[in-house]
């Protein structure tokens, strides 16, 4: 659509004609014609209109300068999601601008074409700027290399594309990927004690390749972590020396298992280990305190979002972090609950759902500690869902059962 307007001097031009037109008029028209006069003065000015606008066209990148966020970086295996650099640039933003990066490193290229429309920047986790470098750039892990980038800006209407300045930083890449897919845990603090063909597995983090984790209750004794099954000449995983403080966070990988280092709990109990097998590896051998109380709190719930109607879960006598719930959940449409573990308190800790939006059909839970930042993920009930059921929460698995009536 074309559209006609005035710049400022025609404005003004304008303003004195109509002045004057309307002082000349009102020496000779009656009050019968104020309606006519007005309607004159309007077609005048539309009349009068000279230059003409088209819908706004966005501009091509062209002046912003490309900086990042750090100037070295040496990739942390150890914390593939955490920032490795940010690439920002000064243009502004415009959602009919399409920017890439391209990365140059001895004399190979790469280009990131996963950059967000409307946006100034682009920030690269450790796993991910690691496997351009090693799989893109096949630069060597461990040895220091320049990386240069550009940005290439190009404004989708027109076709019309600019290129930024270049910015160089230093790149270290790490080993790619863990050394083991599956760790086992084998001692008479554990319940399948020292049977090495049937011992019981940890759990590998779906986000850290890693990190591995067990829960479990330990009774006093001795334990030490199996890279495969069934044989005892394998490698393990191992404290550098035998029985250090479970305050102790070393861990070292011993060919053949000797010689024979292992773990001493002393004190039985509920435990969660976190073990980390990267480039520095350590490993967290905690004791469990389970959260006093758990509640239910959501429009899922007859209670509402109040938090000071949220439904008490009832915790077991024999296993404390255990808790269970029986009640009605619904809503006219959906639903949606979470379980604060700081009764009334929205600032408190609270168990949440795996991911935004989960089923009924979930059986993991994240707690999420105050003060962090995960996330607000909930448990949902989607309409004909609607019931009572009977809810189990282990805090010390991490597990929820939620089971229809």
């Known amino acids: 659509m074309m559209i006609k307007i005035f710049n400022n001097n025609q404005i003004l031009n304008q303003m004195r004609k109509v002045i004057t037109f309307s002082m000349n008029l ?5 009050t019968k014609n104020i309606v006519s006069c007005f309607m004159i003065i309007a077609l005048f000015c539309l009349a009068s209109c000279e230059k003409e606008l088209d819908a706004p066209v966005p501009f091509a990148f062209e002046s912003g300068v490309l900086s ?11 914390d593939p999601t955490g920032e490795a650099v940010t690439y920002s640039w000064s243009a502004f933003k415009n959602s009919l ?24 920047n682009k920030l690269l986790k450790n796993s991910e700027l690691n496997t351009i470098l090693l799989d893109s750039l096949g630069l060597t892990v461990g040895v220091a290399t320049d990386l240069k980038a550009v940005l290439v800006a190009t404004n989708t209407t027109t076709g019309e594309s ?7 930083i230093k790149v270290t890449p ?32 779906v986000d850290n390749d890693f990190q591995f984790k067990y829960y479990e209750v330990l009774t006093a004794g001795e334990f030490k972590i199996a890279t495969a099954l069934g044989s005892w000449g394998v490698d393990w995983l191992m404290p550098p020396t035998s029985h250090p403080s479970i305050t102790s ?24 280990i976190l073990l980390n097998i990267s480039p520095s590896p350590f490993i967290h051998i905690v004791p469990f305190t389970p959260y006093p109380t758990v509640s239910i709190v959501g429009d899922a719930t007859a209670g509402g979002w109040d938090i000071n109607k949220a439904r008490v879960m009832t915790q077991d006598v024999n296993s404390p972090w255990i808790f269970i719930w029986t009640g009605a959940l619904g809503s006219s449409g959906e639903g949606a609950f979470k379980f604060p573990l700081d009764y009334g308190n929205w600032g408190g800790s609270f168990i949440m759902a795996p991911v935004a939006s989960s089923r009924l ?26 019931g009572t059921y009977t809810i189990t929460i282990n805090q010390l698995y991490e597990t929820i059962s939620i089971v229809k009536q």
């Open 361 to 386: 059909t979930t059986t993991k839970i994240v707690i999420n500690e105050a003060g962090t930042s995960y996330p607000d993920n909930k448990f949902v009930v989607k309409p004909g869902e609607e």
């Open 249 to 272: 966070t070393a861990v070292t990988l011993i060919p053949g298992g000797n010689p024979d280092n292992k773990w001493l709990i002393t004190n039985s109990g509920p435990y969660k």
């Open 162 to 168: 600019a290129t930024s300045n270049a910015v160089t």
């Open 68 to 78: 990042t966020s750090k100037t070295e970086v040496v990739i942390n295996a150890a």
């Open 26 to 30: 009102k020496r000779t028209m009656n």
């Open 97 to 120: 601008i399409n920017n890439v990066l391209i990365l140059t490193a001895d004399g190979k290229t790469d280009t990131i074409n996963n950059i967000a429309a409307n946006t100034d």
């Open 174 to 205: 790490a080993a790619k990927g863990a050394a083991y897919a599956k760790l086992w845990i084998v001692g008479d603090a554990t319940p399948s004690g020292w049977d090495v063909g049937n011992p019981r597995e940890f759990t590998k983090d």
